[in-house]
């Protein structure tokens, strides 16, 4: 085992094409899992980043060699130098370019995509680790990626449903029935930390609409109780959690 890790850490022809497949897979399988959860960047964006990493650090590597051997007489010009790591810092500054497109600021000041951002750029960086042939980093740092998205997202929900805590975006009838909703919200027990109004007057088929962050009491912690409260009141038209 140890001689075909060694052999594989050199670079040669087959060692190439073996990090190029192992970048492949590795962006497949964090792909894979975003896909399905209709994410921004899906399968093929992860197939892509992680392969054009895996790539640039190759070209570094082919370059290294090939200034040691048959450019080895080019090499020697006082103006020409080498430094393979510019390709790796490069694709971390270019993902960043990526990455922040993937971010949107939605409705009910709500930020999505932030996920997916950082995903490419873990993504990216095991692509540079498939390049340079550290295998050990690649399968810890796939494992850990896997870990964080599939497994510790729906956690983080459920975390976060527990919480007392709670922004609740409510959508009523007029502004005067604010005070009917705090009311509501005063009767649950819970706290209002701040309200913040979307539209201030009805235009057309949009209603007015308030963003509420609260704090639930110890003995009324359910958020769907609340929500449902609020939701009983014949002013408010819709309401819901709003999870970031």
Not at 156 to 182: G, Q
Request: contains cysteine; glycine residues 10%.
């Amino acid at each position: 085992m140890d001689k075909v890790l060694g052999y594989l850490k050199e670079f040669n022809y087959v060692s190439v094409c073996f990090r190029l497949v192992l970048a492949l897979i590795s962006g497949a399988v964090i792909g894979y899992g975003r896909a399905k959860k209709k994410q921004s960047a899906g399968l093929r964006t992860y197939m892509l980043t992680c392969i054009g990493a895996a790539l640039t650090m190759l070209i570094a590597m082919y370059e290294n060699a090939m200034l040691k051997g048959d450019w080895s007489l080019i090499e020697g010009l006082p103006d020409l130098k080498f430094d393979g790591s510019r390709f790796s810092t490069q694709v971390v500054q270019g993902i960043g370019f990526l990455a922040a497109g993937t971010i949107i600021a939605g409705a009910h000041m709500q930020v999505s995509g932030l996920t997916t951002a950082v995903g490419l750029f873990a993504n990216a960086c095991i692509g540079i680790a498939c390049g340079a042939g550290f295998y050990e980093c690649v399968f810890l740092a796939l494992a850990g990626v896997l870990c964080t998205m599939e497994i510790i997202q729906p956690m983080e929900v459920e975390f976060k449903r527990r919480m007392r805590h709670i922004t609740i975006w409510v959508e009523f009838n007029s502004l005067d029935d604010i005070d009917k909703v705090r009311e509501v919200i005063n009767r649950e027990g819970a706290t209002i930390y701040n309200i913040d109004i979307e539209r201030s007057e009805k235009t057309g088929d949009h209603f007015p609409s308030a963003i509420f962050t609260l704090k639930l009491s110890k003995e009324n912690s359910s958020h769907s109780s609340m929500i449902s409260s609020i939701a009983e009141l014949p002013c408010v038209f819709g309401t819901r959690e709003l999870i970031s």
